[in-house]
């Protein structure tokens, strides 16, 4: 019987859990004014904050750890109702993530003025800019107007390569450096890159059996590029 060579091996892909905590977020100049805000709560000029960025940013992990400091209630903002605002303003600090993704615009403003009434505080997370919304309730907006603006710009250099670090570091990988310096000046500049980027190195790895090399990364960024 004639010997033929083996196909690539399917990666056995262990589940690995992402740092989010207070203590593992990652600050650089793109990032520094938003962790400074939410860490220095409840000493806010204003009970309301919208937080935006981009896709990948860090909004959620920002989110996590402000819910460490403060035990804030967390809701996707298309989850809100009208009958939840009370309760939750009522309960203590409040969140609410991914405006962009379409929310009720009168139970925003419920809890815009039950947080008011019971002197809560009120984080919101979106990719875009209050201003972009195309409210149909004139007083929502007003509200918005209140809000204190923060944003999480594009991450630099410094933010990449640290995220990179620690991208690896969840997965109990051990990389090289130089390999680091190689990735942070192809990738685009967003975390949501870096997250594809470290998951499509890792699974060519393992799929190898092989270290990681810079031949593999040259392959993955390629293959990103064709996508």
Request: charged share 20%; proline share 5%.
């Amino acid at each position: 019987m004639t010997g033929s060579a083996n196909p690539q091996q399917l990666p056995l892909i262990l589940p690995h859990e992402e740092a989010l905590g207070l203590e593992d977020y990652l600050v650089s100049e793109a990032n520094m004014a938003a962790f400074n805000l939410l860490t220095t709560w409840p000493d806010w000029s204003a009970p309301y904050v919208v937080l935006t960025g981009p896709a990948g940013s860090g909004k959620s992990h920002l989110v996590n750890a402000w819910h460490e400091i403060s035990g804030a209630q967390v809701v996707k903002a298309g989850d809100l109702t009208e009958e939840m605002a009370t309760v939750l303003a009522e309960s203590g600090p409040v969140a609410i993530e991914d405006l962009h993704d379409g929310f009720n615009e009168r139970a925003l403003f419920h809890l815009f003025n039950a947080v008011r009434q019971h002197s809560q505080t009120l984080l919101m997370t979106s990719r875009a800019l209050p201003v972009t919304f195309n409210l149909t309730l004139p007083d929502l907006a007003s509200r918005f107007r209140l809000a204190t603006p923060i944003e999480i710009a594009e991450p630099d250099d410094m933010l990449l390569r640290m995220v990179l670090t620690k991208l690896f570091a969840d997965r109990q990988v051990a990389v090289d450096p130089a390999l680091i310096d190689y990735l942070v000046i192809r990738i685009e500049r967003s975390l949501y890159a870096a997250m594809q980027v470290v998951d499509a190195l890792d699974r060519l790895a393992l799929a190898k059996g092989k270290k990681m090399t810079r031949a593999m990364a040259a392959s993955v960024l390629d293959e990103m590029a064709q996508d």
